[in-house]
């Protein structure tokens, strides 16, 4: 399936796109574009996880601490696996 990509010009602190330039020198994604595309769905995906556990905690209360630290090393496990085993497509 081709996916559609539409061209844009921004404008950007250079400080803010540091990371993005570091992870095009390592290798771990191909070019800037890359590497701003998955800055900013990495935000989409945090911003669907929040309001998630805002609706259930409306609905069952409040999600303890432990709980928390718990789904953070998982999500980071989970999204360090996919993210390596993408690398080089």
Same mark, same amino acid.
């Given at each position: 399936?081709?996916?559609?990509? *539409? /061209?844009? $010009?921004? @404008?950007? #602190?250079?400080?803010?796109?540091?990371? %993005? &330039?570091?992870?095009? *020198?390592?290798?771990?994604?191909?070019?800037? @574009?890359? +590497?701003?595309?998955? %800055?900013?769905?990495? #935000?989409?995906?945090? #911003? +669907?996880? /929040?309001?998630?556990? !805002?609706?259930? !905690? *409306?609905?069952?209360?409040?999600?303890?601490?432990? $709980? &928390? +630290?718990?789904? /953070?090393?998982?999500? =980071?496990? %989970?999204?360090? =696996?996919? @993210? @390596?085993?993408? &690398?080089? &497509?």
């Amino acid at each position: 399936m081709l996916l559609m990509k *539409e /061209r844009v $010009t921004i @404008s950007v #602190q250079p400080e803010a796109l540091e990371e %993005a &330039r570091a992870a095009v *020198e390592a290798g771990r994604e191909p070019n800037l @574009s890359a +590497a701003v595309e998955k %800055a900013l769905v990495r #935000q989409k995906r945090h #911003q +669907a996880m /929040r309001e998630y556990v !805002e609706l259930w !905690e *409306e609905e069952f209360g409040p999600i303890k601490e432990e $709980t &928390r +630290a718990w789904a /953070r090393r998982e999500l =980071e496990r %989970a999204w360090g =696996e996919i @993210s @390596s085993s993408t &690398r080089g &497509r």
